[in-house]
Each structure stands twice: as C-alpha cells, then as structure tokens.
C-alpha cells in the first residue's frame, strides 16, 4: 500500500512493523546436521597427538577433558586444577571461578569411554601437582 497512490503519508518502515521476528519462523527452519567426532575417531585424534612437551600434554588433556564431561571448549579452557576429583572421577564446574553456561556450578561425572582419556588428564594433573601447582 505504501507505494500506491493515496497511502503515501504512511510511514516508510511500516513494513518492518508487522515482520515475525526470528525467533518466530526460526523453529521451523531446517537445521544443518553438525558434524562431529566419534568417540572412536577422537580415542585415535587423542593417541596420535604429540606428548613431548607441557603443551603437548596440556592440549592432549584439554581434548579429554572434553570429551570425558562434554564440555564446551570455553569451560574446558578456564578448568583450574581444584576442579578434577580423580578419585570420584568427577569436574568440579565452579561458576566463580570457571567460565560456564549460564553461570552453572555443578559437579559432572567423567562418561564412562575409554582409559587412554582418563590417563591424559590424570597425568596431565598429576604433573602439575608435582611441580607444586
């Protein structure tokens, strides 16, 4: 109507007025399937990686850690060392001191898969333990 003769004192961003916002139309939008790792193809990503140096062994237990407690990656990179219980195999997710979703503390069990995840943080914290830290 804007453009048609008579209706040309309506306001120009009328249109935008009655535009469903996103949110509206966006749950029936198809959505993209995400590709992701199996566990397999991480178990092998994980023994493949390098184990020379300190940040050889931090990245290889930044990618356990994530995959023992689904972690998102900028959880993973905020952990501190008083966040791994290793004798109830469990993260502590504190929200004062880490970076979580919606500000959660919790405490999340390690997925039962396979050792080679565990061994990597386990060693991963207990050289840092034993260099004081």
């Not at 029936?28 to 184990?51: C, I």
């Amino acid at each position: 109507m804007i453009k048609q003769d008579g209706y040309k004192r309506l306001p120009a961003d009328l249109p935008s007025y009655i535009q469903l916002p996103k949110a509206a139309y966006a749950k029936a939008m198809p959505k993209g399937e995400k590709a992701y790792a199996s566990l397999e193809e991480a178990e092998e990503l994980l023994q493949r990686m390098p184990n020379l140096s300190l940040a050889d062994r931090r990245a290889r237990a930044m990618v356990a850690i994530a995959y023992l407690g689904a972690l998102r990656a900028d959880t993973v990179t905020s952990l501190r060392l008083a966040h791994f219980d290793q004798e109830r195999r469990q993260i502590i997710q504190d929200a004062n001191t880490s970076r979580t979703k919606n500000g959660k503390s919790l405490r999340i069990s390690w997925f039962p898969i396979a050792e080679v995840f565990v061994t990597a943080v386990v060693d991963w914290v207990d050289h840092m333990q034993s260099l004081g830290l």
